[in-house]
T-cell receptor, first 111, second 113 residues
Framework: ELKVEQNPLFLSMQEGKNYTIYCNYS?????LYWYRQDPGKSLESLFV?????AVKQEGRLMASLDTKARLSTLHITAAVHDLSATYFC???????????FGTGTRLTIIP | KAGVTQTPRYLIKTRGQQVTLSCSPI?????VSWYQQTPGQGLQFLFE???????NKGNFPGRFSGRQFSNSRSEMNVSTLELGDSALYLC????????????FGPGTRLTVT
């Protein structure tokens, strides 16, 4: 059974600081996704990582994938308050639409 | 391009009742997946439909069922509601066939009293 672990579960950061969220998964997977969720809202797609060594960046967020280590990271640079949200990673397997989600990381940016 | 839509957005039901939730995917998307989100269990996969056929199913009791119509719209039904069924139900659509990004709808917030 595919398991996905995220850490930390909670993260409180000061504005302007850098930090990284980690996502480990238990079996070989072809694709890794990062989503953002604001309170009471749905999931917003941030990144889709499709191959080993993939790196994608959007604004202050950068995601990377190491399939050999079964590890993805979401790096936050110079955090701003607008980035406060819960971030989820998810993985699926080739030919399978089923996403297995991590527990989520609740990120709070303190002014 | 219109996104994934879900109706209703909010629903309050009583234990023992049944409920039907609806999801309209992005135009051209043939795969619809359903997820349940609760504070205790997180995001859990319910089932996925592609071209009117259920392709994958999560570990939920038979009270949870779904179907997909020829226009790719999907419904999920929960019978004999329990308090623990209170959750945010999200549907997601994709082109299908594996390897495509899934786009999530706004969700239906179900409260069972």
């Amino acid at each position: 059974e595919l398991k996905v672990e995220q850490n930390p579960l909670f993260l409180s950061m000061q504005e302007g600081k850098n930090y990284t969220i980690y996502c480990n998964y238990s079996t070989t997977s072809d694709r890794l996704y990062w989503y953002r969720q604001d309170p009471g809202k749905s999931l917003e797609s941030l990144f889709v990582l499709l191959s080993n060594g993939a790196v994608k960046q959007e604004g202050r967020l950068m995601a990377s994938l190491d399939t050999k280590a079964r590890l993805s990271t979401l790096h936050i640079t110079a955090a701003v308050h607008d980035l406060s949200a819960t971030y989820f990673c998810a993985v699926d397997s080739f030919g399978n639409e089923k996403l297995t989600f991590g527990t989520g990381t609740r990120l709070t940016i303190i002014p | 391009k219109a996104g994934v839509t879900q109706t209703p957005r909010y629903l309050i039901k009583t234990r023992g009742q049944q409920v039907t939730l609806s999801c309209s995917p992005i135009s051209g998307h043939r795969s619809v997946s359903w997820y349940q989100q609760t504070p205790g269990q997180g995001l859990q996969f319910l089932f996925e439909y592609f071209s009117e056929t259920q392709r994958n199913k999560g570990n939920f009791p038979g009270r949870f069922s779904g179907r997909q119509f020829s226009n790719s719209r999907s419904e999920m039904n929960v019978s004999t509601l329990e308090l623990g069924d209170s959750a945010l139900y999200l549907c997601a659509s994709s082109l299908g066939g594996g390897g495509y990004e899934q786009y999530f709808g706004p969700g239906t917030r179900l409260t069972v009293t």
